[in-house]
C-alpha cells in the first residue's frame, strides 16, 4: 500500500459517446407500433359501445365521448412517432449504447463486462416484419437493463452472437 496513488482523470480526454454515429431502428417496425396502438384503440371503440347499448345516461355524450377518443389517439400517435424517432442504438468496442425517450432523452452506456445474459424475441407482428427484439440483462436485475426493439432478425442475432461471446471472454 506504500506505493498507492490516485490520480485525478481529465475528463476533457475521455470518449464521448454523443459523438457515436447511432444506428435507428427499423422504418418497417413503425408499423409494428401502429399496428399495435390500432389494437388498443379499436378495443377502447369496443368498450365504449358497449357502454352505449347498456347505460342510457351516456348515449347524449356519444360525441363527446368519441371526439376525446380521437383526440387521444392523435396525441397517441404523436407520441409514439416521436419516441419511434428518438430511439438508436450502438455497438462499440467496449460497450452497447442506447437511447430513448419522449420529453427526457436517456441513454444507457453497458459496458460488455457488466452483460450477464442476452436474450432474442420475436412478437407475432414484428415476426411477419422480419423484426426481432434484443434484451440485455446486466447482474443484479430481474428484467433486462436494454431492449433494443424494431432490429431485423438477422442483425438481431448477430448482435446476440456478439455479446455471447463477448460473455464467454470474460468466464
Avoid: C
Wanted: glycine residues 6%; charged residues 20%.
Amino acid at each position: 500500500m506504500e506505493n498507492f496513488t490516485n490520480d485525478a482523470i481529465d475528463t476533457k480526454v475521455l470518449p464521448r459517446y454523443e459523438q457515436v454515429t447511432l444506428t435507428s431502428l427499423q422504418a418497417s417496425y413503425w408499423k409494428v407500433v401502429l399496428l399495435g396502438v390500432a389494437a388498443v384503440f379499436v378495443l377502447l371503440v369496443a368498450v365504449l359501445i358497449t357502454i352505449f347499448y347498456l347505460v342510457d345516461e351516456v348515449v347524449n355524450q356519444k360525441a363527446l365521448l368519441f371526439g376525446g377518443l380521437a383526440v387521444l389517439f392523435v396525441l397517441v400517435l404523436f407520441l409514439s412517432r416521436v419516441s419511434f424517432r428518438k430511439k438508436a442504438y450502438a455497438f462499440r468496442q467496449h460497450d452497447v449504447i442506447y437511447r430513448k425517450g419522449i420529453i427526457a432523452t436517456n441513454t444507457m452506456v453497458i459496458p460488455y463486462n457488466r452483460v450477464q445474459h442476452v436474450a432474442l424475441h420475436e412478437g407475432l407482428v414484428s415476426r411477419w416484419f422480419g423484426l426481432a427484439k434484443v434484451e440485455i440483462f446486466t447482474a443484479g436485475g430481474v428484467s433486462s437493463d436494454i431492449e433494443i426493439p424494431g432490429i431485423r432478425k438477422e442483425e438481431a442475432e448477430d448482435i446476440k452472437q456478439l455479446l455471447m461471446g463477448k460473455i464467454q471472454k470474460q468466464l
